[in-house]
């Protein structure tokens, strides 16, 4: 199709210094933008030949990438020449939405519309420390042995000792970039891109770039609302790791077992509860079952296709390549189907979950793709979408819901159903150690970066700045150079968009656990019931920007980014770090957050289940049974804060509801041996029915205030 191009742009120039009419100049105008978009398409196709070449580590592929690259600055600098010259008032109606979105996206590449020279400076400094950073095998990985990134990062996650976590993470710095250099020389063109992209400031500049104006005073605003959570599990964290006394100062990063400090997840098991039995399960499956590389690709694409969106095709599958380091990298052709990854085949749950993301990431490409009509600005273009971060995102946490987890065979649903509030509160807490501190590190890395640009920092102390900033901001102990390990960093992107992506993945995910008729259902399979919303917003990909989907993907439940989805998400973690933290609290702790008796009892108690009481009382099992849904639906919801009213009629539910839930075991496991007296069962059996209804009652009553002091609270936080 290639050679005919220069021959029909002829014809079109022909054209246009002929006739000069409204509709000429509109074909034209379509013509050439089609035109730009092959272009657009045939650069992709080279561009992303070259980024797999390198990503494999093939000899020439660091300088194969790097003239690809470099090429893509002066060729979308001469398309947008072309385009602007093309555009007239007459050729964009103004009821021509696409025409105009796709002049839009074409006329403001971002950052390749740097001068030459500058574009070049770059990309020569990102590709060459990405490369270097990614291919280097000199690592130190203790005990005088060098290794691998992959090798580095497993390590960082096993390794205890923490002189050798500190070596580990020096032996990193050593292979990043020069920090002068990236401040004196690198930084600094946002300000220039800024300019070529017709924008005063950065900021601005970045807000276009994630297409929403405000966005990143909307993200500071977002994160002063989820701090205080952070801040929990900061300090929950701290004590710990280093005891009570140290509460409140800076965490070093390499105790954190993490290079920046974006990801606690390798602290896991030094967080677990008391109680945190399906951790153990869901970690010793995987291992077992051996779910890492393409096996877990495998269960990410089980889940794609329960939810309806189909499975990502065979063919990328195999030819993805999974002995690289994790978490992995895709690589667009922007041609049908032609995607790949790398990743690696290490088994973690954050693998796991990674996995999963990215599965979703393709699937939302190859949808995108299948849809818009097939015109490349529209499928890629140049900006950071919220949604696209958000729609995988959502899938990753779905990958850790029960049902999916029982039908991964890694954790029985009806263990699950013991204590549901006991696991939810580790899985929470999984979640949470892989989502709030990257919330925190995108923020941070914006804002350091946009301080540095406006000269916020004296001069002589801007090589500890983001050492500083961190401290502050993040209470963190990081070191000056870290941050510029980092892609988004070191290419000077904007993190906004990813942070949106979190905030809004926990709507998307309220949006439909509301929907719910009980906790209990399966919210996957709702999901695919009705997942058209997501389709629909998948398959717009760019003709519209993303906050003008907002509304629908959200089923018209809020129309913009509010804080109350992540922090209603993690409600169970908040009252457990609340209780863990504050003595004063410990006497209602003990009572109520961490219930000493739940799991001894259960399985002291289900390992005799008694089946006389099976047959005997199958009525008022069945009663039971009901009100006990009924009870744990109410539990569930509860999201208030620390609304004290509120929390004492909790208490009393989750006291009860626990020896119920043993009964609702009796349907599960009736093989088991009798071994109690009957009576005794039938008694306490009947104590508690009396019991249940009475609290019933109170819940119900204490609902429908909740209800009202949910509303009036929404109120107040929208206003
Ligand atoms: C590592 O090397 C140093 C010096 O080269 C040596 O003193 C030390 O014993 C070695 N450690 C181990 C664990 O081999
Ligand atoms: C930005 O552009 C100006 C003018 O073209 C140039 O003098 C300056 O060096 C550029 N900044 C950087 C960091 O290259
Ligand atoms: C990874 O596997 C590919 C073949 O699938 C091989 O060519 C490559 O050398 C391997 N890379 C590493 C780092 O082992
Ligand atoms: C695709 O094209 C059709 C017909 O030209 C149009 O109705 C539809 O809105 C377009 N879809 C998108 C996503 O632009
Ligand atoms: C530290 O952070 C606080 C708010 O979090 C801010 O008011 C203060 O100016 C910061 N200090 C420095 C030195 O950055
Ligand atoms: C969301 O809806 C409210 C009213 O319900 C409106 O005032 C606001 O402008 C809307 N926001 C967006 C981003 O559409």
Known sequence: MRPNFPLLCICFYALLSSGTSSGDDRRWLVSLVDLVEFDYQDQCDQRATAAWEELLGSSKGLSLKLERDKSFGIFARKQKTDVESAVTTQALSADDDTLRRRVKLLLQPGDALLDTQQWIRLMTFADNALNRIRMSNDYDCGANTTCTLRELHNSLAREQDEKVLRQMKLSWESHLPNLHEYLESILPLLRNASKENQYEMVEEYWDALCELEGALLSARELWQRIRPLYIK??????????????????????????????????????????????????????????????????????????????????????????????????????????????????????????????????????????????????????????????????????????????????????????????????????????????????????????????????????????????????????????????????????????????????????????????????????????????????????????????SDLLAKRENQLEFTGLTDYFRLLDEYLDNQLDPTNENMFEDYVEPPVIEPHDNEITDKIDTPLEQNNDETREKHKKMYDDIRENIIETDEESNSKYETSTVGVLEIKNPVAVEEKNDIENTKEASYHVYWWIGVAVALAVIVILVAIIVRKRRNHRKQLERQRRQITRA
């Open 233 to 550: 599990l900061h300090k929950y964290t701290s004590m710990k790791l280093r005891g009570a006394s140290t509460i409140g100062e800076p965490l070093p990063v390499h105790l954190l077992q993490s290079l920046t400090g974006e990801d606690w997840s390798n602290l896991i098991e030094k967080l677990l509860p008391q109680h945190h039995d399906i951790y153990q399960k869901v970690h010793a499956n995987l291992q077992l079952k051996d779910i890492g590389g393409l096996k877990a690709f495998k269960q990410a694409n089980n889940v794609l296709s329960r939810l309806n969106f189909g499975e990502i095709p065979q063919e990328i599958l195999s030819e993805s390549v999974f002995n690289g380091t994790c978490p992995p990298t895709i690589v667009d052709w922007c041609q049908p189907n032609k995607v790949r990854f790398v990743s690696c085949k290490d088994v973690s749950i954050q693998n796991y979950m990674d996995a999963h993301e990215t599965a979703m990431k393709i699937k939302y490409k190859l949808i995108t793709a299948l849809h818009s009509n097939n015109t490349y600005i529209l499928r890629e273009a140049p900006r950071y979408s919220a949604i696209y971060e958000a729609i995988p995102g959502f899938v990753s946490l779905l990958s850790l819901n029960p049902h999916t987890l029982d039908r991964a065979g890694l954790y029985p649903l009806e263990r699950f159903n013991y204590n549901p509030n006991y696991h939810r509160l580790v899985l929470q807490l999984i979640i949470a150690l892989r989502d709030l501190p990257k919330l925190n590190y995108y923020i941070a890395a914006d804002l350091w970066r946009l301080d540095v640009l406006m000269g916020k920092i004296p001069y002589p102390k801007i090589e500890e700045s983001w050492r500083e900033f961190r401290k502050n901001f993040s209470l963190i102990e990081s070191s000056n150079v870290d941050v510029i390990g980092d892609p988004y960093i070191l290419l000077n992107k904007p993190y906004t968009g990813k942070f949106l992506g979190i905030i809004l993945k926990y709507q998307i995910y309220q949006s439909f656990a509301e929907e719910l008729i009980s906790d209990d259902s399966d919210l996957v399979k709702h999901v695919a019931e009705n997942n058209q919303r997501l389709m629909d917003a998948m398959m717009q990909g760019y003709v519209a920007s993303w906050p003008e989907m907002i």
